[in-house]
């Protein structure tokens, strides 16, 4: 076989397991994502939720913020929330406001703390009192962090905290449902394409 057509059958390979390694890791998304029973009958009036993040150690990785709310119950001004990380496999880099928060004027204010391997993340979200506007329903923000180069594959939790108008959630008050909030590390990258040039 020429050195040609062995670079041909090695793309091509490699375009195989890609498609395959990528159908594999929508369908384990797909499995995540499938709504529980619970989730199906969930009548929160608010709800906070993240996207899915995936990294690699020694790479950035954002985090999509979410927040939901029912169009028959009153519009909110703020939106707190905590996050909790290990400082050792995750840094915090900057946050970042979503087209629907620049979109109403959301401010966005991000203050670290926490000591030693706890790091905590105080996230406020807060709609100007000058402001006509609603309080965005979708998502609101990106927070990027960079896996640590020593980090291990795995799920690491944030175990996120919330506030709604300063009310804790759950609160007897509303109802209100908080999502966890996971950065995967993963170590085995995806081949997902193949590019060569011939003569």
Not at 75 to 95: C, E, G, M, V, W
């Given at each position: 076989?020429?050195?040609?057509?062995?670079?041909?059958?090695?793309?091509?390979?490699?375009?195989?397991?890609?498609?395959?390694?990528?159908?594999?890791?929508?369908?384990?998304?797909?499995?995540?994502?499938?709504?529980?029973?619970?989730?199906?009958?969930?009548?929160?009036?608010?709800?906070?939720?993240?996207?899915?993040?995936?990294?690699?150690?020694?790479?950035?990785?954002?985090?999509?913020?979410?927040?939901?709310?029912?169009?028959?119950?009153?519009?909110?001004?703020?939106?707190?929330l905590r996050l909790s990380?290990?400082?050792?496999?995750?840094?915090?880099?900057?946050?970042?406001?979503?087209y629907l928060a620049r979109?109403?004027?959301?401010?966005?204010?991000?203050?670290?703390?926490?000591?030693?391997?706890?790091?905590?993340?105080?996230?406020?979200?807060?709609?100007?009192?000058?402001?006509?506007?609603?309080?965005?329903?979708?998502?609101?923000?990106?927070?990027?962090?960079?896996?640590?180069?020593?980090?291990?594959?795995?799920?690491?939790?944030?175990?996120?905290?919330?506030?709604?108008e300063e009310k804790p959630?759950?609160?007897?008050?509303?109802?209100?449902?908080?999502?966890?909030?996971?950065?995967?590390?993963?170590?085995?990258?995806?081949?997902?394409?193949?590019?060569?040039?011939?003569?």
């Amino acid at each position: 076989m020429s050195t040609r057509n062995r670079k041909v059958v090695a793309c091509l390979l490699a375009l195989v397991f890609g498609a395959w390694g990528a159908w594999l890791g929508t369908q384990a998304h797909a499995q995540e994502s499938r709504p529980t029973e619970t989730e199906k009958q969930d009548e929160s009036d608010y709800a906070v939720t993240f996207g899915r993040a995936v990294g690699m150690p020694g790479q950035a990785v954002a985090l999509s913020v979410f927040f939901t709310r029912r169009s028959d119950v009153p519009n909110i001004r703020k939106l707190r929330l905590r996050l909790s990380f290990p400082t050792a496999a995750l840094s915090y880099d900057k946050l970042e406001a979503a087209y629907l928060a620049r979109r109403a004027g959301l401010e966005l204010r991000a203050v670290q703390g926490g000591s030693g391997n706890n790091g905590t993340l105080d996230l406020t979200f807060t709609l100007p009192e000058s402001s006509s506007r609603e309080f965005p329903n979708g998502q609101i923000a990106y927070v990027h962090f960079t896996v640590s180069s020593e980090a291990k594959g795995g799920a690491i939790s944030l175990h996120p905290e919330a506030w709604i108008e300063e009310k804790p959630i759950p609160s007897p008050e509303f109802r209100a449902r908080l999502e966890d909030a996971k950065i995967i590390v993963t170590t085995s990258p995806i081949l997902v394409g193949c590019f060569f040039f011939t003569h």
